[in-house]
């Protein structure tokens, strides 16, 4: 398949153009790759059922692992949701449009192929101004995983998408201002009590502030046991691997120096913080700055994929703190590394 490649410009009569075509795109059932605040996302009709089983096809996704549902307005929650709860209200109000990802029970609009066959939907409001504009020229409600091959890391940057994507889908939107850098929190609101299934830059604290008792799915910080199947059916999967083993190294950093020093080589690395690559004797990637979780969460995708095509074989990387956004880097890294993890 041809894949069209378009980037956005200062030129808007040039980008309405681009949000036209890609509408086209979307409204005869095709596949559009789109950047977000948070990673790109890659697009089909939400309501489609055919549609939105592609996506699976282009990724290599399993078939269980449900997809979340981008909006352009508030009013589209009573469309999708047969029951928008008070506190789905609230956490609208105060972080949408916003990383913030809501799974509520679904009404019979939404196809099986957009929610992995689950009674709930994930929906989703996006903040960056081209995922919008796609959402309202198109009309259509937009069902969205990250844009990258399942199992590899989320992409961050237009070439991320163009390397898994270009030839499997219709078209790709090239923008480089994704800056949260880690995919939306997800919260669960079709229960008792709220839960978050996957950290983001939206905190456990700030969800609390408006909801009070929140909790945390196990998941997220753990494997998940055989026989136990996560509510989010994403977490199970082994995911943003990159070839390269990744290894996790939890202590303090002249620590972590000894210990990479210790077993240099070539094809080792360290993803280190931002000042820290002079005392490393491998080839060293900052991941943003130590104490600044943000900035981690900016660059960690980017330099897992940067693993791969410097042919690294094993990576240590430091250990994030667990607190506020660090959970979301956490979260992540812990997956890429299969959960290896080594105290020094
Ligand atoms: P991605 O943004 O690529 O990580 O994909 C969407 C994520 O949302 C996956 O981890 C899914 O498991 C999760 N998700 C989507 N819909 C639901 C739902 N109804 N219940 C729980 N998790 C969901
Ligand atoms: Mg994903």
Redesign the pocket.
Known sequence: METIIAQITENEEQNQKIYEQASDILKRGGLVAFPTETVYGLGADALDEEASAKIYAAKGRPSD????VHIADTKALEELSCDVTAQAKLLAEKFWPGPL?M?LKKSDCVPKSS??G?G???IRMPSHPVAAQLIRTSGVYIAA??ANISGKP?PTRGEHVIHDMKGRIDMIIVDDTVDIGV?ST?V?LSEDVPTI??PGYITKEMLSEVLGEVRIDPAIMGSVKPGVVP?????KYKHYAPKAHVVILRGPFQRYAQYVNNHAGAGVAALCYEGEEAALHVRALPCGREGDPSSQAQRLFDALRSLDAMGIHTAYARCPEKQGVGLAVYNRLLRAAAFEMIDV
């Open positions: 692992n449900p997809l979340i990802t799974i929610t992995g689950l709930t939907v994930a995983p990250s989320s995919e997800i669960d299934l996957r509510k989010a059916p994403g977490m």
